[in-house]
């Protein structure tokens, strides 16, 4: 799932100074799962926005809609009357939310009132962990399955820089040293051959190095 | 011979080698540089010129090797991969061996957390693995990391390589070192070596492996300049570790500095016993006036004009 915070609210007031009316649009997919983005997210930003700024001396109207997936073209319509009534939209969405809100209302200020952080999962109680650094060429295979690339602060690809200490990386001690975790599943595996061989270097063309990028699927895309 | 160099031939002749570390300063003296060659002379069979160490920006450790070579010290250049990508690291390596560079380190580089710009965007293109195959390549294979043939001379260095030799666990750390070695490292320098009854492990283990049959290794050594120095290692430097004891040891003695030449002395002599040491590596970082006294004190054998 995609990860994201909430901004802090005087950022998202200092973008309200000139709005009458916003709609905060929520997503019941990844952003509500974290407990960011979901339909109590919104409803509770509404009240806090009207709060803030009637303490500062002005009026805002906030409405609220629900939305199942912002990332979905096809669910966007449905708001149409009630993006049309605002003159902006506040998503809580993910950065790929946000943006399929904008391009479906095109003329509206678009606000993100969240920074999307990272692809992760649940990792105890309200705490969530990056797990995929979305790089478009998988090595989880080659790695006892804890990926190097986002797991090891430095994504080394030959085992572990001289700097963990008592296991955990050099850069939070509260972080097990990714390399050490491979090596001790691979160990446990009895495929430690897989650590000794030599990595080449990535290819990042597949990550964002190599430009915008884009999937179409052979048989079912027009392309 | 590859590069030709001073530390080439001391390491090929199994001369006791001896390097030493220069940190380039925060500012655009040359000169800084210059000096702290000119009190190694002598005493070093070359000097490491770090690479913004602890992510900190420095003066260019290009600029600063020619710095310390134009003094007649020969130098290891060090190079992360934190702050450079393939192109980069290639267009410098070219650079470098045109400006008679002898002898590159090929380091991942501390993490910018650790440095005075910590909100920088890291580079890590490659890791120091495929960094020593690439260098390698070029000087072997002729080639470039992509493959096209570099037409006309060829960086011809010696290449090195670092390890943290008593970092845990013992195995996984000579499994990264059999790594560098099989990649092209023909000179390893280890972190600061405190705990020598691992260190000993270390070699041992590495020796029954035969990782360092083509390669040699010179053992790192920190001379501590105070207690409080001790301290702010473990606390802010990643990778070294110096034991409570040592700490204590500092703390109790009248004169730190004193004592900290005579550790570092004990310490150069205890691992000119353990089998399999090449050298050592001096790393009086901001403190490099104690390398000749280590040096002398250590009785290793004036090293007359080279």
């Known amino acids: ?223 | 011979m590859n590069s030709g160099g001073r530390l080439e031939k001391a390491l090929a002749e199994r001369e006791f080698a001896v390097t030493a570390e220069i940190g380039p300063p925060r500012n655009a003296s040359g000169e800084s540089v210059r000096a702290k060659a000119r009190l190694l002379k002598g005493f070093v069979h070359a000097a490491n010129v770090t690479d913004c160490q602890s992510a900190v920006v420095r003066l260019a450790s290009l600029a600063a090797a020619l710095h310390v070579q134009a003094e007649g010290v020969e130098a290891v250049w060090q190079m992360t991969c934190r702050d450079r990508n393939r192109i980069a690291m290639q267009s410098d390596l070219l650079g470098a061996a045109s400006l008679g560079i002898k002898n590159v380190l090929c380091l991942t580089g501390d993490h910018q957390k650790f440095g005075n710009h910590p909100a920088a965007k890291n580079v890590f293109d490659l890791d120091s693995v495929q960094m020593v195959e690439m260098v390698r390549r070029m000087r072997d294979d002729g080639r470039f990391h992509c493959g096209d043939e570099i037409k006309g001379p060829l960086p011809r260095f010696l290449i090195g390589a670092v390890e943290n030799a008593t970092a845990e666990p013992t195995v996984l750390r000579l499994l990264r070192l059999r790594k560098k070695v099989a990649a092209g490292a023909q000179f390893i320098q280890t972190q600061g070596v405190f705990d020598l009854a691992r260190f000993e492990v270390f070699m041992r283990e590495a020796a029954d492996a035969g990782i360092l049959e083509n390669c040699r290794l010179l053992a790192g050594v920190i001379p501590l300049k105070s207690a409080r120095a001790a301290r702010f290692m473990n606390e802010r430097v990643p990778g070294v570790r110096i034991p409570d004891e040592v700490v204590r040891r500092m703390e109790q003695s009248r004169d730190q500095e004193e004592e900290g030449i005579r550790i570092a002395v004990e310490t150069v002599d205890a691992l000119r016993r353990v089998p399999g040491v090449a050298g050592v590596h001096l790393m009086a970082v901001a403190w490099e006036e104690a390398v000749p006294r280590i040096v002398s004190e250590a009785g290793i054998k004036p090293l007359g004009d080279r």
């Open chain 1, 1 to 223: 799932m995609i990860v994201a915070e909430a901004k802090p609210l005087e950022e998202l007031l200092a973008c309200l100074e000139e709005s009458r009316r916003a709609l905060i649009v929520s997503c019941s997919g990844c952003t509500a799962v974290c407990l960011t983005g979901g339909a109590a997210q919104a409803t509770s930003l509404a009240s806090r926005l009207k709060i803030a700024k009637r303490i500062n001396g002005s009026d805002l109207d906030v409405e609220t809609a629900f939305l199942l997936r912002q990332c979905e073209p096809e669910l966007l319509p449905a708001i149409a009357d009630r993006c049309a009534r605002a003159d902006v939209l506040i998503s809580l969405a993910c950065g790929v939310g946000v943006q399929q809100l904008a391009e479906a209302y095109p003329d509206k200020w678009v606000i993100p009132a969240l920074n999307t952080t990272f692809a992760g999962s649940y990792a105890g109680e309200g705490v969530w962990e990056e797990r995929c650094g979305l790089c478009g060429n998988c090595v989880l295979h080659l790695t006892g399955g804890v990926c190097p690339v986002t797991r090891c602060a430095k994504g080394l690809l030959n085992g572990p820089c001289g700097g963990p200490a008592d296991g955990r990386c050099e850069v939070d001690p509260e972080v097990p040293c990714a390399w050490i975790l491979i090596y001790e599943r691979l160990q446990a595996q009895g495929r430690l051959e897989l650590f000794t061989q030599v990595r080449p270097a990535k290819d990042w063309r597949s990550a964002r190095d190599g430009g915008l990028r884009r999937f179409s699927r052979e048989g079912m895309s027009r392309e």
